[in-house]
């Protein structure tokens, strides 16, 4: 079945370095791929989406792209601050467009010092 | 615009007994999932609804679990009896027709002891 591997965490940067976290896929279709952010105490939330290969999600300074030939969907940024800490999760959706289900990678704890 | 409401945010039960969790979607938000999210992992769907009617709960485990989503819109998931195993934070989350946006609620943390 489709599945996400995440890089495991947990990932400790000092602020303002360049954070890349690795994220591979394997679906049978076109699937639409995802990053969800999880900070402290709080749920879920759609940092970035792509839908198609070659397509660029971004927010809030990080990027993915969606690399259909290497199936994978890394997220970066230039240069990250204490305000990110968070756990970040790559996801993918089984039904392109049809509001199917998220499958996830197990998440990758980001802890960035001042 | 309202988020999604899930309650209660923390539950603590002894194995064997029951729980219930409620989860109120975003208003005209068509779809709605439970998703299970064991420590250190990442959150697997239990069921999803399109209105009130089920389109996927192969991964439920229907011998203690069970959820219904009356009249299309607010939703509960029900736990009877608990297993150690259950310990986790139950997430709802829904989207809106033709969408493939999930919106988040904080989530339910449950222990069993």
């Known amino acids: 079945g489709d599945s996400v591997t995440q890089m495991e965490g947990p990932v400790t940067l000092s602020e303002e370095a360049f954070l890349t976290i690795n994220c591979t896929y394997t679906a049978t279709g076109y699937p639409s791929l995802f990053w969800y952010v999880q900070y402290p105490g709080e749920g879920l939330q759609l940092l970035l989406k792509a839908t198609k290969a070659d397509d660029k999600g971004s927010n809030k300074g990080f990027e993915a792209t969606y690399r259909k030939e290497t199936t994978s969907f890394h997220l970066e940024k230039g240069s990250v601050q204490v305000s990110d800490s968070a756990v970040y999760f790559c996801a993918l959706s089984d039904r392109d467009n049809q509001g199917g289900k998220l499958i996830f990678g197990q998440g990758t704890e980001l802890s960035v010092k001042p | 615009e309202a988020g999604v409401a899930q309650s209660p945010r923390y539950k603590i039960i002894e194995k064997r007994q029951s729980v219930a969790f409620w989860c109120n979607p975003i208003s005209g938000h068509a779809t709605l999932y439970w998703y299970q999210q064991i420590l250190g992992q990442g959150p697997k769907l239990l069921i999803q609804f399109q209105n009130n009617g089920v389109v996927d709960d192969s991964q439920l485990p229907k011998d203690r679990f069970s959820a219904e989503r009356l009249k299309g819109v607010d939703s509960t998931l029900k736990i009877q009896p608990a297993k150690l195993e259950d310990s986790a934070v139950y997430l709802c989350?829904?989207?809106?027709?033709?969408?493939?946006?999930?919106?988040f609620g904080a989530g339910t943390r449950l222990s069993v002891l």
């Open positions: 989350a829904s989207t809106p027709s033709g969408g493939n946006i999930q919106y």
